[in-house]
């Protein structure tokens, strides 16, 4: 029995061996393709393979045509989230799912800000001409189609460069209040409010009548008073969990603190919401070690009344649209540190890389 066992897993070991050398072997992507004679061609930045940043770089690629459901929208501008950063790098988990040698697709980054071009059959709600903004990967390109419940009108207010900013970040900030039932009056603390996420969540904290007390570093604080936070932490001069202050919502960006440190500045049946783990700032292993920590840590939450809630952001037009309104509503601005031109996308990344970005980087489309 004991040998069978023994052999059975050993055919099993080996089995998966082969399986993993075959996926990994074959992982390939479109980057070797030729573009049909005759079809039309446009600028777009994508990656053939995982790596530095170097690796994204500009290239032609064959326009895009809409499905039925789709818009194809001509590109005005794009931004860069931590998720588009990261793949580029390809660490071992993301490979599972973007590909193991390769990545799968190698279109770049995923938040866009243009004008409608062309609409397929079944797409009523839009129209050529229409200002937009929404969520499709590869959006570092001269056209991009997207399905037409991940695009929202552009508020008029806004340049192509700030809605641009909105999607992904916004929306995070915006399911992440959401998680943790915000209300009006409620004490609200964002850790890490002065990245892509953070300058959202203070905003929209704010939006809801939230008092919000924002953890910045130095050379942040005044654009967190600019964004209207009620109190600023410096972090490099004060720990947040040894205050006396208590928070009913801990909006958490960084997650550097541990589980008993946070529970202590939350009111007795506080939330913290875990959104994300320092951007670019952590190192692979620190980043890998605070996710691990986030799910044993809502894990070990379930039997306490203080609650630390993990979440995925979902690409809900419903809540593009309320983001659209907060921002119609002057109650949010997108806030951009930088924008590069898109032979410059490069620098951009390295820039993300470095981990201090404020606010958000787009890449202006030509
Ligand atoms: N849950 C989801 O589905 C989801 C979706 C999108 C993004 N995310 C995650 O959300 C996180 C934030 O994304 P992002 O786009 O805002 O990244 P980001 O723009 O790079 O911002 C990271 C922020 O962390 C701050 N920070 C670094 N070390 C800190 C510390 N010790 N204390 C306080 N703040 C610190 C940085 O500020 P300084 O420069 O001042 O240090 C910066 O403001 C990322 O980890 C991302 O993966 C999660």
Redesign the pocket.
């Known amino acids: 029995m004991k040998r069978i066992l023994k052999w059975s897993a050993l055919a099993i070991l080996v089995v998966l061996f082969a399986w993993f050398e075959f996926a990994y072997w074959t992982s390939s992507n479109d980057c070797g393709r030729g573009i049909p004679t005759g079809a039309q061609r446009i600028k777009a930045v994508r990656f053939c393979d995982y790596g530095a940043p170097d690796v994204v770089h500009m290239d032609e690629i064959e326009k895009p045509a809409p499905a039925e459901d789709q818009l194809l929208v001509r590109v005005r501008a794009a931004s860069l ?3 588009d950063v990261a793949i580029v790098r390809g660490p071992a988990l993301a490979r599972l799912l973007f590909g193991l040698r390769k990545p799968k697709f190698t279109g770049f980054a995923r938040d866009f800000a243009g004008v409608v071009e062309a609409v397929g059959k079944k797409v009523t709600e839009f129209k050529p001409g229409d200002e937009v903004f929404g969520l499709k990967g590869g959006a570092v390109a001269q056209y991009v189609y997207a399905r037409k419940d991940r695009v929202v009108m552009k508020p008029a207010s806004v340049t192509f460069e700030e809605a641009a900013a909105v999607p ?2 916004g929306l ?1 900030a915006w399911q ?1 209040l959401k998680t943790g039932k915000i209300h009006a009056g409620e004490k609200v603390l964002v ?8 300058t959202f969540a203070i905003q929209i904290a704010k939006a809801f009548n939230a008092e919000v007390t924002a ?3 130095t ?2 604080v005044e654009i967190a008073r600019q964004l209207a936070a009620d109190h600023v932490i410096d ?1 490099t001069k004060e720990d947040f969990t040894k205050r006396s202050e208590r928070y009913d919502l801990l909006y958490d ?2 997650m ?1 603190h541990s589980m008993s440190e946070r529970r202590r500045v939350l009111t007795s049946d506080g939330i913290c919401v875990l ?7 952590p190192s692979g292993t620190e980043a890998m070690a605070r996710i691990v920590r986030g799910f044993s840590d809502s894990f070990r939450s379930r039997f306490s009344a203080q609650k630390f809630e993990r ?3 979902t690409a809900s037009q419903a809540d593009l649209q309320s983001l659209s309104d907060l921002i119609a509503q002057g109650k949010v601005k997108p806030f951009v540190e930088k924008t590069y031109p898109m032979s410059e996308t490069v620098e951009a990344l390295r820039y ?1 890389n470095a ?4 606010g958000k980087l787009v890449i202006a489309v030509d």
């Open positions: 989230n931590a998720i992904l970040a995070t992440g850790n890490g409010a002065s990245g892509g996420v953070g953890v910045v570093s050379r942040n972090y960006n960084v550097n959104a994300g783990f320092g951007g670019a700032a979440y995925t952001t993300f981990g201090h970005t404020r």
